[in-house]
């Protein structure tokens, strides 16, 4: 695909570079079409994506797929025990020959961060991404420095039952705007598996369907699609009912119906629509709230997870334009 410098980026661009990833990516992860397209929600929308399930079901081949599509910077950091914060923001050192500190950047430096297995480094170690994620920039030893854009953290984790893990903290779930669950393949799905990617990395066939720069366009038009004030009535309904469900002790934050806003419009501009649609909020609402939501004592003993929770206030808050 092909731009034209200098004129502002389109709709109709946004939706092509998606239309361009989501192909390549679907080549290798098959049979995990949402999945997929929740992925690309984070990438136009300048949001960061958690993928999480149980080990060997492809989180680290989706990461690796929607990276290899575009053809940017990536690095990859494995998260270990005793991985350090200063080998993910980088670290000052003392250049003997000019007698002077110089900056080494760390793998946060990159348009996208692959952070594998985020959850088996240390709560101090996984803060280190607090700022990047937030903010586009790192601050070490009193001077920051700004990350390239577009800039797209794809983080990995098992479930917290397994051996090794740490929790991720409040804060830092709180700054993916989008988790998903792989989940087992279909059968037929799993048969095709079977067939193609023994004995073959699929990755090594991957070819760069955009750039960086087609990227940072596609982002700027997203952020034109229309939402209208009724819609942001809407989400603050969601966003509301959260805080005060008796199943529910963390509700969502400011920042999460913000970033459902934004992920409204990636959705929208993925099919080529110049408006969000309270469908299109209804449906991210699980994905971009549930994982920032902590159950109560009540919810717990209700066995009630917080996605089920979102579900029960989606079917409860009136959409526009339909009730109410």
């Known amino acids: ?81 005793d991985l350090l914060p200063s080998d993910v923001t980088g670290v000052s050192i003392f250049n003997q020959e ?42 070490v030893d009193g001077r920051t420095y700004p990350l390239p854009p577009p800039f797209l953290v794809v983080a990995t984790q098992n479930p917290v039952e397994m051996d090794g893990t740490y929790p991720l903290p409040e804060a830092q779930r709180d ?24 004995g073959t990395d699929p990755l090594l066939a991957m070819s760069p369907v955009a750039d960086a720069e087609e990227v940072r366009r596609a982002v700027a038009a997203v952020a034109e699609v229309h939402v209208s004030e009724a819609l942001r009535h809407y989400v603050l309904a969601l966003t509301q009912a959260t805080r005060t469900h008796p199943d529910l002790r963390l509700g969502a934050s400011p920042r999460a119906g913000l970033q459902l806003v934004r992920a409204g419009r990636a959705l929208a501009a993925l099919v080529g629509r110049d408006h969000v649609l309270p469908d299109d909020v209804a449906h991210l609402a699980v994905p971009v709230l549930a994982h920032r939501l902590l159950p109560s004592a009540r919810g717990r003993t209700a066995r009630k997870d917080p996605a089920t929770v979102v579900r029960e206030i989606v079917a409860a808050t009136p959409v526009p334009g339909a009730r109410g």
């Open 1 to 81: 695909m092909t731009t034209v410098q200098g004129q502002a980026p389109t709709l109709a661009e946004a939706t092509a570079t998606a239309a361009a990833v989501r192909h390549a990516v679907q080549q290798v992860v098959v049979g995990k079409d949402e999945v997929v397209d929740l992925a690309l929600v984070a990438l136009l929308a300048e949001g960061h994506l958690l993928v999480e399930d149980v080990p060997g079901v492809g989180k680290t081949l989706l990461a690796k797929a929607l990276a290899r599509s575009i053809d940017c910077s990536v690095r990859r950091i494995q998260f270990t025990p």
């Open 98 to 139: 000019r007698g002077d500190f110089e900056f080494r950047p760390g793998a946060v430096f990159a348009n996208v961060v692959i952070g594998d297995e985020i959850n088996r480094a240390s709560p101090k170690t996984q803060s280190a991404l607090l700022e990047a994620m937030e903010e586009q920039q790192v601050t």
């Open 175 to 198: 700054r993916f705007m989008v988790r998903v669950a792989m989940g087992y393949p279909r059968p037929e799905d799993e048969l095709r598996l079977l067939g193609t990617h023994v």
